[in-house]
């Protein structure tokens, strides 16, 4: 069992940055491919970034490629999502997942964890 806790959430200007950050339980984290998703008000969850195990393999969905950098420090059990040049169309909760097998990173399916989101706000 992976617990996942999101922290680094809140109200930022249209512009600004952000750092999520995604705590996990347990001694595997490094055998576990990372992904963060997001799901707007009145929409459905959507991809955002995922990372390889090891972090050498990294996908970023084509709305936030450019601003966003997704990272992993597999000795703090932690995964990153530093957000840059954030517009309001980011607005959303964020969700990081873990995926322990059979990983596709856009697909939902293929995560078997998901921590509780953290609500990022871009408003003036």
């Known amino acids: 069992q992976v617990q996942l806790v999101e922290s680094g959430g809140g109200l930022v200007q249209p512009g600004g940055s952000l750092r999520l950050s995604c705590a996990t339980s347990g001694r595997t984290f490094s055998s576990y491919a990372m992904g963060w998703f997001r799901q707007a008000p009145g929409k459905e969850r959507e991809f955002v970034s995922g990372i390889s195990w090891n972090g050498d393999n990294t996908y970023y969905a084509d709305s936030v490629k450019g601003r966003f950098t997704i990272s992993r420090d597999n000795a703090k059990n932690t995964v990153y999502l530093q957000m840059n040049s954030l517009k309001p169309e980011d607005t959303a909760v964020y969700y990081c997942?873990?995926?322990?097998?059979?990983?596709?990173?856009?697909?939902?399916?293929?995560?078997?964890?998901w921590g509780q989101g953290t609500q990022v706000t871009v408003s003036s």
């Open positions: 997942a873990a995926s322990g097998s059979s990983w596709s990173p856009s697909h939902q399916i293929s995560y078997d964890y």
